[in-house]
């Protein structure tokens, strides 16, 4: 009774259905998944507003624009100034918070990744696609960081579905604009999908769609953007022209890799097999979809061009690619021979998918990003800290997240080798403000590296915690120790000898 109770609500309500199925490994991640992936979804978006908050001056000496929009971090320090005023001062709390309005945010995906291929092709087919988003093994996990390549797809898919309903009704091209506009906001680079898409319009003389498109883009990014950076640094857009500046002269200073890079990457993050066939219904049905699939197309290209190649880049329009990919797809399989002789064959191959990715999603849903980083600060939350001494490991220290210890300023010293070791040494002796707390990375010869640390600076040290990374952490860190230091992080406090 059950059973048939819940296969006629996804019959007649796919939509609600889906956002319930895709809400489930949200709420999970937003519970389980703490921390931070990358250093960019919390020393921006998380770390600058709660500096602000504690350090005015941080804000009050500034000078030159950044290279990054303001309004993000702005709705954070707008929460977490709401929050403490309601008493929530608890930076685990107050993240928990961040990541589960971060969650019912993100169900937009799903949302609007339904409309789309509903429009295109048909209800079984969104269905299909809209189970895809709900529960591939990324998004879950995704949705609760603070990356803003991320926190803009909401606004692309849904300019995507109003773009291409602009024929229906001609105030959607309008709606579109404004959607494509607040993505801009969120991530810059975005204006490469927004202006292809209307390139497309207008090579198509669909003029007044195209102007309708510009309008609506040009009045939210006028309105906050340029508002945004009038108040910051004093001239409209001076955030994006200092970032488009950075970039050009600094490109080549980060990650590069050849030019299919990103192509690995899809193919490989889609899953394969069945990747390669869901890339080829992307190909197939270009003419269909090209509304999308061009700029979809265009941003992978100029982002294969440019020298800085980091994964996250791509992550705005994976959702697309794999919604895309399932229109295309889905419709050849149907009409092909092949596939319907061999229809077995297929099935198999998307149970592999979804083993796979039911595996992959329970990993990542519950994975602790920077575990042992966040729990060495969290330890230090609360108590009189004045300074830190940071001593690294064979793969020296890591910034520290002072978010989590809800203090700052907190002046800190770092010891790497035997050169800064005997700078600091020359330093405290001299210095009113001593560190009464130290934080080491790595577990490597423990002992002998406090005995000595401690010999030279005169300190004995009193352990207060050990924190050992994740299980996903310690695969990252082994597999690439240099760009992944999650190593186990021990917590000490300092007494003199």
């Known amino acids: 009774m059950m059973l048939t109770r819940i296969r006629q609500f996804w019959t007649d309500k796919p939509v609600a259905a889906l956002l319930l199925i895709a809400l489930l490994p949200r709420l999970g991640a937003a519970v389980f998944s703490k921390g931070y992936a990358m250093h960019d ?45 309601l008493g929530l001062r608890d930076p685990q709390t107050t993240m928990l918070i961040v990541r589960l309005l971060h969650a019912l945010y993100s169900l937009l995906i799903v949302y609007y990744g339904y409309k ?28 609760v960081r603070n990356l803003i390549e991320v926190v803009c797809i909401p606004p692309l898919m849904a300019g995507s579905y109003y773009a291409l ?15 494509l506009g607040l993505a801009f906001i969120f991530r810059y680079q975005t204006l490469i999908f927004s202006g292809t898409l209307g390139l ?74 069945m990747s390669f066939l869901l890339l080829f219904g ?15 197309v265009v941003f992978i290209v100029l982002h294969s061009w440019f020298p800085n190649k980091q994964e996250r880049f791509m992550f705005s329009v994976i959702p697309l690619i794999l919604i895309l990919g399932v229109v295309g797809w889905e419709e050849f399989a149907r009409q092909s021979r ?35 980083r966040v729990e060495a600060m969290y330890a230090l939350n609360g108590k009189p800290v004045t300074a830190l001494l940071l001593i690294g490991g064979h793969v020296g220290v890591s910034q520290p997240p002072f978010f989590y210890v809800g203090k700052y300023p907190v002046p800190y010293c770092e010891i790497n080798n035997e050169q800064e070791l005997s700078l600091r040494k020359s330093e405290i002796a001299v210095s009113t403000v001593l560190p009464n707390y130290a934080v080491v990375f790595g577990d490597e010869d423990l002992e002998g590296r406090l005995e000595h640390v401690g010999s030279v600076l005169g300190y004995k040290f009193s352990l207060i915690k050990r924190t050992e990374p ?22 000490y406090e300092i007494a003199p000898r």
């Open 41 to 85: 979804d919390h020393f921006g978006p998380i770390e600058q507003p709660f500096i602000v908050m504690n350090y005015s001056t941080y804000w009050t000496d500034r000078t030159t624009p950044h290279g990054h929009s303001i309004v993000y971090p702005s709705m954070h320090y707008a929460l977490f100034e709401g929050l403490q005023t």
């Open 165 to 179: 309903r602009a024929e229906d009704r001609s105030r959607n091209a309008l709606f579109a604009g404004l959607c």
């Open 470 to 491: 994740s299980l996903l952490d310690y695969v990252f860190y082994r597999l690439n120790p240099s760009h992944n230091k999650n190593e186990t992080t021990i917590v």
């Open 116 to 143: 789309i291929v509903e429009y295109l092709a048909d209800r079984d087919t969104a269905r299909k696609a809209g189970l895809l988003l709900a529960l591939f093994w990324a998004f879950s996990f995704l949705s």
């Open 338 to 372: 092949f596939w319907i002789r061999h229809a077995t064959s297929l099935r198999v191959l998307w149970i592999w998918f979804w083993v796979v990715n039911v595996a992959l999603l329970i990993l990542f849903t519950t994975y602790y990003g920077k575990k042992s």
């Open 282 to 296: 992307f190909l197939r049905k270009w003419k269909k979809t090209m509304l999308v699939w061009i700029p979809v």
């Open 200 to 273: 497309v319009f207008l090579f198509t003389r669909r003029y007044r769609l195209g102007i309708l498109l510009a309008a609506g883009f040009l009045l939210i990014t006028t309105v906050v953007q340029g508002s945004a950076d009038i108040f910051a640094w004093g001239y409209p857009f001076a955030s994006f022209i200092e970032y488009v500046h950075y970039n050009l002269l600094h490109g080549q200073d980060y990650t590069t890799g050849p030019w299919y890079n990103y192509l690995l990457l899809i193919t490989g993050t889609l899953i394969p097999p």
